[in-house]
């Protein structure tokens, strides 16, 4: 099982990025995958997350409306398009997989099972 995240980058405020989770290893329709990000001296939080099946996705509430999750299952990728960005939104962006479902927010970040290496976003003001 492996994750691959990618781009990242740096931009200024009210631009947009779309990140990258490339899956290889076991299908979309398996896990829920999730986006997390961590800030200097923050702890992790989930982001956003989307459910194997039915395409359940959850927001935390400082991105709802400026950030959307998706996945291409023929691609086996799961994107998270981010616009209007923010300073406070400058953090390292990961994604990951575990077994349990989005009912409402993302799983906790301890209860994912798999992890890909992080993508530094850094938006500047």
């Known amino acids: 099982v492996q994750l691959q995240a990618s781009g990242g980058g740096l931009v200024q405020a009210g631009g947009s990025l779309r990140l990258s989770c490339a899956v290889s290893?076991?299908?979309?329709?398996?896990?829920?995958i999730g986006w997390f990000r961590q800030a200097p001296g923050k702890e992790r939080e989930g982001v956003s997350c989307?459910?194997?099946?039915?395409?359940?996705?959850s927001y935390v509430d400082s991105v709802k409306g400026r950030f959307t999750i998706s996945k291409d299952d023929a691609k086996n990728t799961v994107y998270l398009q981010m616009t209007s960005l923010k300073p406070e939104d400058t953090a390292v962006y990961y994604c990951?997989?575990?077994?349990?479902?989005?009912?409402?927010?993302?799983?906790?970040?301890?209860?994912?099972?798999?992890w890909g290496a992080g993508t530094q976003v850094t938006v500047s003001s």
């Open positions: 990951a997989a575990g077994w349990r479902r989005v009912v409402g927010r993302c799983p906790r970040p301890d209860t994912m099972d798999y």
């Open positions: 290893g076991f299908s979309l329709n398996t896990y829920t």
């Open positions: 989307i459910n194997s099946r039915g395409g359940t996705a």
